[in-house]
């Protein structure tokens, strides 16, 4: 098989209904995450979630285009949302959420933020064809799913234990949930990433997984040699040569694992992200074939 490919059946993991995107800190998740959610868009009403995105307003929910809008998931307006279908009457939710031993427990209580961050999800699954996170770092995201199993354990029998156990329920349903894990070509994250898999499938026995690297270099030149002796190249067709080679050299850890292999692409000064996000939606729409 062609690693740098994936077969069909891991294709489709990228076009179930609820897709997390998920790896390391810094290795592209949110780029790879708008590029799914743009093409996902093309043929569906599609939401992209990001998590606490402290660069966005809390719970800004805009649209990106007529069938892609992004929401900016918080953890206090969630569970305002959430406590208000609970309870049903307004003036009754005000009431509730100004006393302060719920506005305590809305903070304190073991995984209640998590839970209800992940209850929105789950909630906008009704609402929208895709949906598409943008997950925080490998071990906060998998907190999120944690805190599923903690609350019905913890408070089994309330209505919260009562929502996470069908919360649970579709998050383990492989016909409903994808997860894409990214990684760069570099030996941390690409470790990391299969241990994000093992966890994922602990977690969620059925859980199905596809895998990409990000920022591959260009392998042009890498079958050039260069003195061994000298730590640092002094040319630029030293340095491609190197870091190509050297990143070749890391995807051993990835041997026999099919993936995408997303291209480095040279950010822009005016507009780095879109001009990089536009680059990967390119790349995806031939490569993922959704």
């Known amino acids: 098989m062609n690693t740098s490919e994936l077969s069909p059946s891991e294709r489709s993991i990228l076009n179930r209904p609820l897709l997390f995107v998920q790896g390391k800190g810094g290795v592209g998740k949110s780029t790879l995450a708008v590029a799914m959610a743009r093409l996902l868009s093309a043929k569906h009403r599609t939401l992209l979630i990001s998590i606490e995105d402290p660069l966005r307003p809390a719970y800004d929910l805009r649209k990106l285009s007529p069938t892609l809008d992004h929401l900016n998931n918080e953890a206090t307006a969630a569970f305002e949302e959430y406590a208000g279908r609970k309870i049903g009457a307004p003036n009754l939710v005000k009431v509730f959420l100004q006393n302060r031993f719920m506005r305590y427990l809305a903070k304190a209580a073991p995984g209640i933020r998590e839970l209800v961050l992940i209850g929105k999800i789950w909630f906008e ?91 591959r270099f260009p392998r042009a030149g890498v079958a050039q040699k260069f003195p061994e002796d000298r730590p640092f190249a002094v040319t630029m067709e030293e340095h491609a040569a190197r870091k190509a080679g050297l990143e070749a050299d890391n995807l051993e850890l990835w041997k026999g694992e099919p993936r995408l292999e997303i291209p480095f692409l040279p950010p822009t000064p005016e507009n780095a992200f879109e001009t990089i996000a536009t680059g990967v939606t390119e790349f995806l729409r031939a490569k993922a074939a959704i």
């Open 125 to 215: 699954t009704r609402n929208y064809e895709r949906v598409v996170v943008d997950m925080p770092a490998t071990g906060h995201g998998l907190t999120l799913f944690q805190s599923l199993f903690n609350w019905g354990t913890l408070f089994a029998g309330s209505p919260l234990a009562k929502d996470a156990a069908a919360m649970v329920s579709t998050l383990s349903d492989p016909a409903q949930v994808g997860h894409l894990i990214v990684s760069l070509p570099e030996e941390m994250p690409l470790v990391e990433s299969l241990e994000l898999r093992t966890e994922l499938r602990r977690i969620f026995p059925k859980a199905e997984c596809a895998l990409a690297v990000n920022r």
